[in-house]
């Protein structure tokens, strides 16, 4: 797939999974630098950052709503059809993009590729019929009218319907919340959060009901469901000691933005290529909620961003035993389960010996899929 995501090899619905979760890594992995020069924008010049500077913060909403979404679908593009497909991904993602309210990375990831796809069935109905001469308007118009068409569609269909999902998701952890069912709330909200979806849930559900119940207690407990960061520092603590050795090298800074710097975007991608490490996050963010409620944990603010600073920020008063140590257990169960499910490093890394090429086949698998062999 990719130096990231490396080929997978046989049959089956595992393995099916590992290619659509590599796919969609790898629209995100090559813009990971875009993703740390955001997030320490971020963590940086907003209001509640390091250093807060308006003339500096203006930068963040453009890079996320605009930047970053423009980056993937031109990547998801160029994966599926090469430069043609990046540029015409771009140009249709700004249909998703514009006017969304909410950073549109799973609509990038939907649209750059299908329009991608869309103008290789067209490039593969005209190849050698256009007469010679013409093949640079054929190709410039063909990519033009592809494109444009498709960013109609974004506006008129995708977004929509991403913003509906955004919605339905919110609406799920309300409900959890509503009927005391808050550790259940992690099966929702994590694989939300790796789809991008968790400023929509963080800000959109648990800030309001989180400030209605801190005006009736002093604190809420809700603030500190989706912005935990001890799921995403297990995770990736995981990937740092027994992840592919290709990704290692990766981990150090991202747990620093993702830890100190509350960007929690900078994991997901990780999730997004072993999709079974979904089961991680949500046992330690599910942990995390269990241990707040049994120590009487709660915030008295939105931790923004959801580093470890800003939740110890918020905590009241004669609280912070409560914060740590749910963050502590969160840490510690998702980088327990990943762990496992990465086989403590004692697997083949598909990626140390030969980098460029496919893991070499077991005789199972030979026998299973002996066209792959051949090819």
Not at 160 to 179: F, M
Not at 214 to 224: C, N, Q, R, V
Not at 247 to 259: D, G, K, N, V
Not at 341 to 356: A, I, V, Y
């Amino acid at each position: 797939m990719s130096e990231y995501t490396p080929t997978v090899t046989g049959t089956g619905a595992r393995a099916n999974i590992q290619r659509f979760g590599g796919y969609l890594a790898g629209m995100i992995m090559p813009n990971i630098g875009a993703f740390i020069a955001w997030g320490l924008i971020t963590a940086l010049f907003i209001p509640t950052g390091w250093l807060p500077n308006e003339k500096f913060a203006v930068l963040v909403d453009p890079i996320v709503k605009v930047l970053l979404p423009i980056l993937i679908g031109y990547t998801g593009g160029r994966m599926v059809h090469g430069q043609r497909g990046a540029v015409v991904g771009a140009v249709a993602t700004m249909g998703v993009v514009a006017g969304a309210e909410s950073p549109m990375f799973l609509g990038a990831m939907i649209i750059g590729p299908l329009t991608a796809y869309i103008l290789k069935l067209f490039d593969g109905l005209v190849a050698d019929r256009v007469k010679a001469g013409f093949e640079m308007l054929v190709d410039n118009f063909s990519a033009g009218i592809v494109g444009g068409a498709m960013a109609l569609v974004g506006v008129l269909a995708i977004s929509p319907v991403v913003t509906n999902v955004t919605r339905v998701a919110s609406d799920a952890v309300a409900w959890l919340i509503g009927n005391n069912l808050l550790p259940l709330a992690s099966v929702v909200i994590e694989p939300a959060k790796v789809l991008f979806l968790n400023n929509a849930i963080n800000h959109g559900v648990m800030g309001p009901l989180g400030v209605a119940q801190a005006a009736e207690t002093g604190k809420s407990i809700l603030f500190m469901l989706e912005s935990n960061p001890g799921p995403g520092l297990g995770l990736l603590l995981a990937f740092m000691f027994f992840g592919p050795r290709a990704l290692r090298p990766s981990t150090p800074a991202a747990i620093i933005i993702q830890f100190f710097g509350g960007i929690h975007e900078i994991y997901f991608p990780y999730v997004l290529m072993k999709p079974r490490l979904i089961l991680a996050v949500i046992a330690g963010g599910a942990t995390g909620v269990l241990v707040f409620i049994m120590t009487g944990a709660g915030l008295v603010a939105t931790p923004s961003p959801g580093s470890i600073f800003a939740f110890l920020a918020v905590t009241p008063r004669g609280g912070w035993f409560g914060t740590i140590a749910g963050v502590l257990a969160a840490t510690l169960v998702s980088f327990a389960v990943a762990s496992a499910l990465l086989g403590f490093g004692r697997g083949k890394d598909e990626t140390e010996e030969n980098p460029g090429e496919p893991p070499a086949q077991t005789e199972t698998e030979t026998e299973t899929a002996p066209v792959a062999k051949e090819a």
